[in-house]
C-alpha cells in the first residue's frame, strides 16, 4: 500500500469517526462498512507492535 493510499484510508476513517460523534448510528453504520479485513489486521498488528514496544522502552 503506498503512502497516498494508506493516507486515504486514515483520513476516511478519522472522518467516519467524527460522523460517528455527530450521528452514532448512521456513524458507526459506516464505520463498519468501510473497515475491511485488512484494516483491521492493520491496525491490530499496529497495536500490538506499539504495545511490546512500549514495554520493552519501560524494562529499559
Known amino acids: 500500500m503506498d503512502k497516498s493510499r ?3 484510508v486514515v483520513v476516511g476513517a478519522a472522518g ?10 448512521e456513524g458507526f453504520t459506516r464505520l463498519r462498512a468501510a473497515v475491511s479485513s ?11 507492535i506499539g504495545y511490546l514496544a ?3 522502552g519501560r524494562r529499559r
Not at 16 to 25: E, I, K, Q, Y
Not at 38 to 48: F, H, S, Y
Open 38 to 48: 485488512r484494516t483491521l489486521a492493520t491496525v491490530a498488528a499496529g497495536l500490538v
Open 16 to 25: 467516519n469517526v467524527a460522523g460517528a460523534v455527530a450521528d452514532p448510528r
Open 54 to 56: 512500549a514495554r520493552l
Open 6 to 8: 494508506f493516507s486515504d
